[in-house]
């Protein structure tokens, strides 16, 4: 594994390039952004490899802990990068609708509605960022930060450890918040997140990992006939302004029911109210456990190039995006535009509002605690 600053390849280059035009970026930017951020911030961008002893290479920046790529094999042992994203960091940063495209989103990852929430007698209002809700953990979330990067090597592969502090009401949010978030890359083709935090002031706290994959290379056309599986029996329903109402629906004789393997297109086209408000899936569904620990939440395979994603979680939720909002203004790093439905997302969460929805498991860290989640992407082939 190495820190790149000084490598001649081309993509780090233009990565590492760019950040010094991102301070200038960031000044005409939202007021918050100026202020918050200083221009050593932007000295510290790095762009980090790790690499496994199958070949398989992961990128990752410590700007908002993005993956910016996933190189894996398909099923004839080629190679290609299966994640969406870009090759500057000045790009992320501009990114028109800003799509979180491989980052790690919170305090609070989704959305809250109204940005407001009770807790422990107290009201807090957060940033409406996605009318009228607050989303993704306000206007600067932990997206839109640098972290600070350490390289570890570890038993089960190489890795890179993530720490950022947040402080005390930053985005709105009480308690000053550390969190670490580790990726590793294990000789058997996984990517393992872990993420650890530990606050001075009760907080609510929703990490997750906003990758968006395709399967047969980023860049590479529609992710519609890729083939999803999700361990749910039940999904939370939302209004139409994608907050859950509350219910846990049934999956059963509905767009979906993905217990049965079956292509992300077979019903997203249906007339369906719940696929109207969210334009095709943008929902949480409930994973149907037995008891703690990793379990299998999703399995995605992709028939041309035979690749397959397998998601094991902790987490009790996982949120279905299949890129609704992806147009084919953005241009991704093979210069091929990403098109509507160009890559899907599977976000390990808590339920959406869960502040607000006292029945969902609690999002709540108190002082003291640690919060402790683990999700692992395990990539595979499989024949036709
Ligand atoms: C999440 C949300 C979507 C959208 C994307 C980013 O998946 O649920 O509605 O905001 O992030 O574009």
């Not at 495209?101 to 807790?119: C, D, P, Q, S, T």
């Not at 985005?171 to 294990?186: A, F, H, M, R, S």
């Not at 456990?289 to 094991?312: F, N, T």
Request: hydrophobic share 35%; charged share 25%; aromatic share 10%.
């Amino acid at each position: 594994m190495s820190d790149l600053p000084t490598s001649t390849n081309n993509a780090v280059t233009r990565f590492l390039a760019a950040a010094g035009g991102v301070v200038l970026t960031l000044l005409i930017g939202p007021p918050l952004a100026a202020a918050e951020l200083k221009t050593t911030d932007f000295d510290s961008i790095r762009l980090y490899t790790l690499r496994n002893d199958q070949g398989m290479e992961i990128g990752v920046t410590n700007y908002g802990a993005i993956i910016t790529s996933i190189k894996v094999p398909d099923r004839d042992g080629k190679f290609d990068d299966v994640a969406l994203g870009y090759d500057s960091v000045e790009k992320y940063i501009n990114a028109v609708d800003k799509p979180y495209f491989g980052a790690v989103v919170g305090r609070y990852g989704n959305r809250i509605a109204g940005g407001k929430f009770e807790l422990d007698g107290q009201t807090y209002t957060l940033a409406i960022n996605n009318s009228p809700n607050h989303l993704h953990g306000g206007v600067i979330g932990f997206d839109k930060v640098v972290w600070d990067a350490k390289p570890i090597k570890l038993d089960r592969g190489e890795a890179l450890q993530l720490s950022y502090t947040a402080k005390d009401m930053e985005e709105g949010y009480p308690g000053k918040l550390d969190i670490t978030v580790t990726y590793t890359l294990t000789d058997d083709n996984a990517v393992i997140v872990d993420y650890r935090a530990q606050t001075d002031k009760a907080t609510p706290v929703n990490l997750t990992q906003h990758t968006y994959f395709n399967l047969k290379g980023e860049g590479r056309g529609t992710i519609l006939d890729h083939e999803l599986m999700i361990n749910a029996g039940r999904y939370t329903p939302v209004d139409a302004t994608l907050i859950p109402t509350g219910e846990l629906a049934d999956v059963q004789g509905t767009p979906f029911d993905f217990r049965k393997s079956k292509t992300i297109g077979r019903d997203i086209g249906q007339d369906n109210e719940q696929l109207a408000y969210g334009l095709g899936y943008d929902h949480n569904f409930v994973l149907d456990r037995d008891g703690k620990g990793m379990q299998l939440a999703a399995r995605v395979y992709e028939p041309i190039s035979g690749r397959v994603l397998e998601i094991s979680t902790t987490e009790p939720g996982i949120q279905l995006y299949s890129g609704n909002f992806l147009d084919g203004r953005l241009t991704g790093k093979s210069d091929q535009p990403y098109v509507h439905r160009g890559g899907f997302c599977l976000e390990t969460q808590h339920y959406p509002d869960s502040p607000n929805r006292p029945e969902f498991p609690s999002t709540i860290l108190r002082p003291g605690k640690t919060y402790e989640t683990t999700t692992k992407f395990k990539f595979g082939v499989k024949k036709p």
